[in-house]
């Protein structure tokens, strides 16, 4: 079956300090890859995507990630994080064949001041 | 961007009631949409897939009898939480798909929060 697994949970990190979210998913075949935030009190947005081409994905806000095919990962960064990047962070996964998407079970960054 | 809304925003029931929450794409037709759940600390759990004019899809262990589900347009799609309990009490999160050129794109709405007394 397929499912998406995020390794942390809580990620504390100061203003400035590089950020690396990390993603597994199992699934075999072909897939679409997401990461989407969550700010407190609001609604979902899509961070960034991919679904071909450059593994290497920017996405909105300095985000950035990158999906390693052999490793079944799809690793979130950005090189120094801000106060206002506070918030909970999903991975998601697509299968192509599949009609539906899975998300993991979140990240919750909190970035001190 | 594509917008998704809900209505309401939220919710406050007696138990045994029934709650119908709509999800409606604004500028966009949705070829299919979604219904997630999402409890406090957790992440979003898919309930149901449901394409326009046909029956929705549930995943295993939710009730299709209890969470009624739907999709009347390609830009609206309603949830019925029949006989509410407080055990149902939750983040009701919708989305919906469409296809721009040759990717899929799934947009998400803000979520009903449902509190069941």
């Known amino acids: 079956a397929q499912s998406v697994s995020q390794h942390n949970h809580h990620v504390i990190l100061s203003e400035a300090a590089s950020l690396e979210l990390g993603c597994n998913y199992s699934?075999?075949?072909?897939?679409?890859l997401f990461w989407y935030v969550q700010y407190p009190g609001q609604h979902l947005q899509l961070l960034l995507k991919?679904?071909?081409?450059?593994?290497l994905v920017k996405g909105i806000k300095g985000f950035e990630a990158e999906f390693i095919k052999s490793k079944f990962s799809f690793n979130l960064r950005k090189p120094s994080v801000q106060w206002s990047d506070t918030a909970e962070y999903f991975c998601?996964?697509?299968?192509?064949?599949?009609?539906?998407?899975?998300f993991g079970a979140g990240t919750r960054l909190t970035v001190k001041p | 961007g594509a917008v998704v809304s809900q209505h309401p925003s939220r919710v406050i029931c007696k138990s045994g009631t029934s709650v119908k929450i709509e999800c409606r794409s604004l500028d966009f037709q949705a070829t299919t949409m979604f219904w997630y759940r999402q409890f406090p600390k957790q992440s979003l759990m898919l309930m149901a897939t449901s394409n326009e004019g046909s029956k929705a899809t549930y995943e295993q262990g939710v009730e299709k009898d209890k969470f009624l589900i739907n999709h009347a347009s390609l830009t609206l799609s309603t949830l019925t939480v029949t006989s509410a309990h407080p055990e149902d009490s939750s983040f009701y999160i919708c989305?919906?798909?469409?296809?721009?050129?040759?990717?899929?794109?799934?947009?998400f709405g803000p979520g009903t929060r449902l509190t069941v007394l």
């Open positions: 991919y679904f071909s081409g450059d593994p």
């Open positions: 989305s919906a798909r469409t296809r721009r050129g040759r990717t899929d794109t799934q947009y």
């Open positions: 699934y075999g075949g072909t897939v679409n």
């Open positions: 998601a996964v697509n299968a192509r064949s599949v009609n539906d998407m899975r």
